[in-house]
Nanobody
Framework: VQLQASGGGLVQPGGSLRLSCVAS????????IGWFRQAPGKEREAVSC????????YYSDSMKGRFTVSRDNAKNTLYLQMNNLKPEDTAVYYC??????????????????????WGKGTQVTVSS
């Protein structure tokens, strides 16, 4: 199982970025997959999680309305579209997943951060 995140970079406040997470070794159909971030000196926090089988989503309150998750089935890829970025969004963003999910929701996994597979992060810096 591999998760490869990309798309980070330097962007001005108010700008946008789209992160990609390419998953291999498992099918997104049976998983919960999501984005997390960790800013310098802070604990890791959940951004958003998605359970494709049920279509359910979880977004952290501070990111609702600005961040959107989407999926490309053919590419087994999850995207995070980030709009109206703020300096406090600066962090390393990680993609994570758990497969063979049956009962628990995207919210369950996101709030507990108990996903099995973690990719290397991609740096997002929001600065003028």
């Amino acid at each position: 199982v591999q998760l490869q995140a990309s798309g980070g970079g330097l962007v001005q406040p108010g700008g946008s970025l789209r992160l990609s997470c390419v998953a291999s070794g498992f099918s997104l159909d049976d998983s919960v997959i999501g984005w997390f971030r960790q800013a310098p000196g802070k604990e890791r926090e959940a951004v958003s999680c998605f359970k494709p089988k049920t279509g359910t989503l979880y977004y952290s309150d501070s990111m609702k309305g600005r961040f959107t998750v989407s999926r490309d089935n053919a590419k087994n890829t999850l995207y995070l579209q980030m709009n109206n970025l703020k300096p406090e969004d600066t962090a390393v963003y990680y993609c994570a997943a758990v497969d063979r999910v049956q009962y628990y929701s995207a919210t369950y996994y996101c709030t507990r951060q108990n996903l099995d597979y973690w990719g290397k992060g991609t740096q997002v810096t929001v600065s003028s």
